[in-house]
């Protein structure tokens, strides 16, 4: 086992978890990816059913914080628990690579959108609706 390292998409906090060692890492996301299945890294993330790690930044146990690497040497005295490390305490996503019928699998939302035309030369000159007040009618 190795001690693998993260950052923190929102405020650069690193995290360490204890891992074996090879490659299986797709990317780290602020967010979940549609379909992917999370355990927290104080659950046995390495079975096959599990597609990543949600980290909470700063407060997940079964991993090591450490601050910014751009942190003031004195505030990079933590101790093992990292506790100087407060983090963000927003929720980050570690993603593995899944395979399924031997192709990677793309999480749903992570192809090319598709192509919308826009508006250019169309745009309107105003608002819609009524010109304004009329006024008193002469009678």
Not at 5 to 34: F, G, N, W
Not at 95 to 103: A, K, L
Request: glycine share 12%; aromatic share 10%.
């Amino acid at each position: 086992m190795v001690a693998v390292r993260y950052y923190c998409p929102r405020c650069e906090t690193v995290v360490a978890i204890e891992r074996d060692a090879y490659l299986s890492d797709k990317s780290v996301t602020p967010y979940p990816l549609e379909g992917w299945t999370y355990v927290s890294p104080d659950e046995d993330y390495e079975i096959p059913d599990v597609d990543g790690v949600r980290f909470v930044c700063g407060e997940s146990d079964g991993c090591t914080w450490e601050p910014p690497s751009g942190a003031a040497d004195e505030d990079r005295a933590g101790d093992e628990t990292g506790a100087d490390a407060d983090g963000c305490g927003e929720p980050f996503y570690l993603n593995f690579v899944t395979y399924e019928d031997g192709e990677e699998v793309d999480a749903a939302g992570t192809h090319e959108s598709e192509y919308v035309e826009l508006a250019e030369g169309r745009v309107p000159h105003g608002p819609r609706g009524p010109t304004g007040p009329q006024g008193p009618a002469n009678r």
